[in-house]
Nanobody
Framework: QLQLVESGGGLVQPGGSLRLSCAASGSTYAIGWFRQAPGKEREGISCIRSSDDSTYPSVFLRDRFTISRDNTTNTVYLHMNSLKPEDTAVYYC????????????????WGQGTQVTVSS
């Protein structure tokens, strides 16, 4: 059974940066990042396809958040810059058969999440 483990979350000041990691226990077709803040709906951030490293970022976050992969370690990263208090949320990675929202949201393979708090 594929397992995903996120890491890299923490407390950061507004304007700061963080890099989240999602380590997969095996190969994947696609890895996406989502986040969910208290009282808010889950929000898609970005996805990367394993076959060709194509990325599918949210139009609302792509100027600050980027996704990348390390094929040698089956690890996907989420690079977050210019962080704002409204970026505070639990961040999850998910493995899917493609980068469509449907495939990711209905996937059984989610990580446990990592908390990101942006505050001074």
């Amino acid at each position: 059974q594929l397992q995903l483990v996120e890491s890299g979350g923490g407390l950061v000041q507004p304007g700061g940066s963080l890099r989240l990691s999602c380590a997969a226990s095996g190969s994947t077709y696609a890895i996406g990042w989502f986040r969910q803040a208290p009282g808010k709906e889950r929000e898609g951030i970005s996805c990367i396809r394993s076959s060709d490293d194509s990325t599918y970022p949210s139009v609302f976050l792509r100027d600050r958040f980027t996704i990348s992969r390390d094929n040698t370690t089956n690890t996907v990263y989420l690079h977050m810059n210019s962080l704002k208090p409204e970026d505070t949320a639990v961040y999850y990675c998910v493995a899917g058969t493609s980068c469509t929202d449907y495939d990711l949201i209905t996937s059984h393979y989610w990580g446990q999440g990592t908390q990101v708090t942006v505050s001074s």
